[in-house]
C-alpha cells in the first residue's frame, strides 16, 4: 500500500506561523506560500514555481509545467461530471498528483477517480476540515486517497490525524503455558466488530495491562458453529485490551462505536469499531503463561470455539492447551494504568 500523506494548510496568521509549524512533529508537506518560510524542514505545496509541489491552475498550465523536474499536479473544485473529465485528463497527461475539492458530496466524486485512476502514477489528494473527514478521506473504498490537505489551527487536530493514518506494529512473543486450570462461572465478554477479520487475526486481551495473549476471532466454523469472521470471545470481564491511542480499556467497558486494535501473528494493527458487545455467564478458564521472566494469565470461556494463536501460527482451542504448548501474545516491562493511560510507577500484579 502506497505510503499516505498528510499535508497542513495553517490557518493562521503569518506572524503566529513559525510557533505553528514549530509544533507539527513528523509532517513533511506544508500547504504554504514558500515566500513565508526561512529555512525550515518542510516540503511546500503550492501555486508557485518555488514550490517543492507546484499546484496549476489548468491542463494547459500542467502540460507547459511538466519539464520543470518538480512534482506538478492540478486542483480542481468538483461539481460535476465534466470536473471529473477533467481530471481524468490530467491524469492522462502525467500529473503527478491531483487535488480533488469537493465541497457537497464528497464521498461518490472521490469514489469515481479512485476506480479510474488508482493503477495510474498520479496521487490523489483532497481537502478536509478536521481529523474525522481525515479518517474518512483515507478510508474511501479501503483504497483511500493518497493525501488530505487539513486546514487548520488546532495542532491537535494534526495530531489526531496522525492516529487514524497509523497503524502500529506491536511487539509480539512467544508465551510457554505453565498452567491451564478451570475457575468456575463468570461473566465474559464477546466482542462483535464492523470487520471481517482474516486468520491469524484477533485482539490482544489480558489480566495484566503489559502482559497480553492473542485471542483469535471465530472465523472458524464447525460441524456445531458457523463461521463469525467478524467476532472474538475476548475474556473476562475484567480484562483489559488496547485501544488505538495506546490506552488500554477493560472488556467490560466496550460498547457500540468503542474503538479497538485487531492484531495479527505478526504484529500488524489495525484500527477497528465494535458493532456490539455481550456480556453473558460462562464457565470459565484460566491460563497462566510466562515469557523472558516475566508472567501472566487471562481468563476465557471454556469452549471449543475460543482459540489462541501457537508460536508456529496454527490456531488451538482453549479446551485442548496443555502445559508447554507455547502460544503468541505481547509483554513487556510492568507499569501503572491511570484511567487507560501508561504511567511509571511502583506496580505488583498478580
Not at 41 to 51: L, N, R, V
Not at 113 to 133: D, F, Q, R
Not at 160 to 171: C, F, T, V
Request: aromatic letters at 6%; hydrophobic letters at 35%.
Amino acid at each position: 500500500m502506497n505510503k499516505k500523506t498528510l499535508v497542513i494548510n495553517p490557518q493562521v496568521s503569518e506572524s503566529e506561523l513559525p510557533n505553528f509549524l514549530s509544533k507539527l512533529t513528523d509532517i513533511e508537506v506544508i500547504f504554504v506560500d514558500p515566500r513565508k518560510l526561512r529555512g525550515t524542514k518542510f516540503k511546500t505545496m503550492y501555486e508557485s514555481d518555488a514550490a517543492d509541489m507546484v499546484i496549476c491552475k489548468s491542463s494547459t498550465e500542467l502540460g507547459k509545467s511538466r519539464g520543470s523536474g518538480k512534482s506538478t499536479g492540478i486542483y480542481k473544485e468538483v461539481k460535476s461530471d465534466d470536473d471529473i473529465e477533467d481530471i481524468l485528463l490530467a491524469s492522462q497527461m502525467g500529473a503527478d498528483f491531483v487535488i480533488v475539492d469537493s465541497v457537497d458530496w464528497k464521498i461518490i466524486p472521490l469514489e469515481n477517480i479512485i476506480a479510474k485512476i488508482h493503477k495510474s502514477k498520479t496521487k490523489i489528494y483532497t481537502t478536509a476540515k478536521n481529523s474525522e473527514e481525515v479518517r474518512t478521506m483515507f478510508g474511501i473504498l479501503e483504497l483511500g486517497v493518497d493525501g488530505v490537505i487539513l486546514h487548520t489551527n488546532n495542532e491537535q487536530e494534526v495530531s489526531d490525524s496522525k492516529n487514524y493514518m497509523e497503524n502500529r506494529i506491536l511487539p509480539i512473543q512467544e508465551i510457554n503455558i505453565t498452567d491451564v486450570i478451570d475457575v468456575g462461572i463468570g461473566e465474559r465478554v464477546c466482542v462483535d466488530t464492523t470487520s471481517i477479520l482474516a486468520t491469524g487475526e484477533g485482539m490482544l486481551i489480558g489480566s495484566k495491562s503489559n502482559f497480553l495473549f492473542l485471542v483469535h476471532n471465530e472465523s472458524i466454523g464447525s460441524s456445531f458453529t458457523s463461521p463469525r469472521p467478524f467476532r472474538v470471545n475476548a475474556g473476562a470481564v475484567h480484562c483489559y485490551t488496547l485501544t488505538p491511542e495506546g490506552k488500554t480499556k477493560y472488556l467490560s467497558e466496550l460498547e457500540a462505536g468503542s474503538e479497538i486494535l485487531a492484531v495479527n501473528s505478526n504484529g500488524a494493527s489495525r484500527r477497528v469499531t465494535v458493532g456490539r458487545s455481550k456480556i453473558e455467564t460462562r464457565p470459565l478458564i484460566l491460563i497462566k503463561g510466562e515469557t523472558d521472566g516475566k508472567v501472566g494469565t487471562i481468563i476465557l470461556q471454556n469452549a471449543e470455539t475460543i482459540r489462541l494463536v501457537k508460536s508456529d501460527g496454527s490456531i488451538v482451542s482453549v479446551t485442548e492447551l496443555k502445559i508447554g504448548d507455547r502460544i503468541l501474545g505481547s509483554a513487556k516491562q510492568g507499569s501503572g494504568r491511570h484511567f487507560g493511560m501508561e504511567i511509571d510507577e511502583y506496580l505488583i500484579e498478580k
